[in-house]
C-alpha cells in the first residue's frame, strides 16, 4: 500500500510539476571578434536548444559548419582551420537556469536568471555561467545572453601571422525563440 | 545467470549515461547531410584546374611563373633567368558556376574557360562518393604566322580542352582526383598527327599541416597521339596558405600554364634534370 502510494506520488512529481519543454530548432548563435586590423563576424541560424521548465535544465547544440560568414573564404578557413569541424562537428552546452522557478512561464514579462554549465567545443569542455534574459510572451519564450570565451581556452590555435586579427576575447551571442512543445 | 545480471546492469549504466550526459532534451540525432570542403586549397593542383571553385561574387587573381630549367646550371641561376607567365582570374558567377580569362606568355595566347560543379561530395543523409566539375576552356594564339604567304585562317590559331574533374576527399589529409581531358588543336603541323588528344590525368593532395600540403600532379597521354619528342607532364609542388592567399611552389617539366601546352606541347624530361621551378599566387577579392 505504501508502495503504491510513492509510485502515485512519484508519478505525480513527473507529469504535474511545472510548464514543461521549451524548443526550437532554430536559435541562433552568434560570435564577434574585433581587432583594430579586422572585425570578424559569423552567424548560425539553425541552433537546437531547449529548456525544461521545471528542472531548469538547458541544452544548446550548433553545427560548427552552419556559422555563415560574410566571406565564403573565411567560412572554410574556420572550419578547416581553427575548427577541424569534420573532426569536431558540434559544439555543445549543458547546463541549467539556476534561478528557473524565478521565471513564472505563464505570465508575460522579462525575467533574468543565471545559466550555469559545460560548454563543449572542439573536443574541450569548460565550465561557463552567464546572466541570461528571458521574455515570455503568450506562451512563447526569447531566450537572450551574451558573453565572452578566448579561443585558446578551446584548443583553437591562432598562428602568428594572423595573431593581430582574431580577438583573444570573442563576444559570443545566443538568442533563441522558445515555443512550448509538451 | 550470471551474465543476465551483467546485462540487466550495462542496460541500467547505457540509460542511465544517457539521461546523465546525453542532450537528452534535444532531437538531436536526425541524420543531417555533410558536404565536403576544401578538397583542395585552391582551383588548380598544380598546372591543371582542381575541383574547387569560388564563392559568388568572389575573384580569385592569379599570377603563375615557370621558369627555366633548372639544368641551366648557375649560369643561368638554376632556369631564373628565364620565365614564362600567365595572369588572370577565376570568377564566381555561383558558387558552382565559375568563369575565368587569363593571358599566357606561351605562343601569345588568350584564354577563357567556364567550370562547372554539378555534384558535390558527401556523407550523412545523402551519400555522394565524389564530386565532379566539367571544365570547358578556349584559347587563341596569337603570335604572328609563320608562313604570311600562305592562306592563313583565324581558326587555326584556335584549341579546345573539356575535363571532366572527378575528386574524392579519403581522409582530412588525402585528396585524389582523376581528370579525363580531351584537347582538341585546329590545326597540327603533321597528318600525322591528331586533332583530338586524349589524356588522363591524376592529381593527388596530402595535407601536411593544416595551411600547407604537399600535391602530385600527372598527364598520361595516349600513345601515337603527339609529336614523337612529347612527354606527360609530372609535377610535384606545395600549397601554402596564409588566409586571403594561396601560394603555390613546384616542379614541373612543363612551361606552360594551361591546358593544351602542358599536356601536348611539353618536350622535357625530369630524368635529364630539365626542370622547372614554379609557383602560382592566387589572391581572393570579394565583391
Redesign the interface.
Same mark, same amino acid.
Given at each position: 500500500m505504501i508502495l503504491v502510494g510513492f509510485a502515485a506520488l512519484a508519478l505525480f512529481a513527473f507529469t504535474n510539476h511545472g510548464g514543461g519543454?521549451y524548443?526550437t @530548432?532554430t536559435g541562433n548563435v552568434s560570435f564577434f571578434s574585433h581587432t583594430n586590423v579586422e572585425d570578424i563576424s559569423a552567424i548560425n541560424h539553425k541552433v537546437?536548444?531547449?529548456?525544461?521548465a521545471s528542472s531548469g535544465?538547458?541544452?544548446?547544440?550548433v553545427?560548427v559548419?552552419d556559422f555563415e560568414f560574410?566571406?565564403?573564404?573565411m567560412q572554410?578557413?574556420f @572550419?578547416? @582551420?581553427y575548427m577541424?569541424s569534420?573532426?569536431f562537428?558540434k559544439a555543445?552546452f549543458?547546463g541549467m537556469i539556476e534561478n528557473v522557478e524565478a521565471i513564472d512561464f505563464s505570465t508575460n514579462g522579462n525575467y533574468t536568471a543565471n545559466v550555469m554549465g559545460e560548454l563543449t567545443i572542439k573536443g574541450v569542455t569548460k565550465e561557463v555561467s552567464t546572466t541570461s534574459t528571458f521574455k515570455v510572451n503568450n506562451g512563447t519564450v526569447n531566450g537572450m545572453t551574451k558573453f565572452i570565451l578566448n579561443p585558446e581556452d578551446y584548443n583553437i590555435e591562432i598562428?602568428k601571422?594572423?595573431s593581430n586579427?582574431i580577438s583573444r576575447e570573442i563576444e559570443i551571442t545566443v538568442d533563441a525563440d522558445y515555443t512550448h512543445s509538451h | 545467470m550470471m551474465s543476465r545480471i551483467l546485462f540487466g546492469f550495462l542496460i541500467c549504466f547505457l540509460i542511465h549515461a544517457s539521461y546523465g550526459q546525453g542532450l537528452d532534451l534535444l532531437d538531436d540525432d536526425e541524420p543531417i547531410t555533410n558536404y565536403t570542403t576544401a578538397t583542395f586549397k585552391t582551383n588548380r593542383v598544380v598546372n591543371g584546374h582542381s575541383i574547387e571553385t569560388v564563392a559568388k561574387r568572389e575573384f580569385d587573381f592569379k599570377i603563375s611563373h615557370r621558369f627555366g630549367f633548372l639544368s641551366g646550371g648557375a649560369y643561368e641561376l638554376f632556369g631564373l633567368d628565364q620565365a614564362t607567365m600567365r595572369i588572370g582570374g577565376d570568377y564566381g558567377i555561383t558558387d558552382n558556376l565559375n568563369i575565368g580569362l587569363g593571358r599566357s606568355t606561351v605562343d601569345k595566347t588568350y584564354d577563357g574557360f567556364v567550370k562547372y560543379k554539378f555534384l558535390r561530395q558527401s556523407s550523412g543523409a545523402k551519400e555522394m562518393p565524389v564530386s565532379a566539375v566539367w571544365m570547358s576552356h578556349a584559347g587563341v594564339s596569337t603570335l604572328r604566322f609563320t608562313q604570311p604567304e600562305r592562306e592563313n585562317l583565324f581558326s587555326s590559331r584556335l584549341h579546345y580542352v573539356h575535363q571532366l574533374l572527378l575528386a574524392r576527399k579519403f581522409t582530412e589529409g588525402l585528396s585524389v582526383q582523376l581528370t579525363p581531358t580531351l584537347v582538341h588543336k585546329n590545326l597540327v603541323s603533321a597528318d600525322s598527327l591528331a586533332n583530338d588528344i586524349f589524356s588522363l590525368g591524376v592529381g593527388i593532395r596530402q595535407k601536411l599541416t593544416t595551411r600547407t600540403t604537399l600535391n602530385f600532379e600527372y598527364f598520361y597521354v595516349l600513345p601515337d597521339q603527339l609529336e614523337t619528342n612529347r612527354t606527360n607532364v609530372l609535377s610535384l609542388g606545395f600549397d601554402i596558405e596564409t588566409g586571403g592567399h594561396v601560394f603555390q611552389l613546384f616542379f614541373t617539366n612543363s612551361s606552360g600554364p594551361f591546358e593544351k601546352a602542358f599536356i601536348t606541347d611539353t618536350n622535357a624530361k625530369w630524368l635529364d634534370g630539365d626542370v622547372r621551378f614554379g609557383f602560382n599566387i592566387a589572391r581572393i577579392f570579394n565583391f
Open positions: 519543454v524548443k @530548432n537546437k536548444t531547449a529548456f525544461d535544465k538547458i541544452q544548446f547544440s553545427l559548419k560574410a566571406k565564403a573564404l572554410e578557413h @572550419n578547416e @582551420n577541424e569534420t573532426k562537428p555543445t549543458n598562428p601571422v594572423v586579427k | -
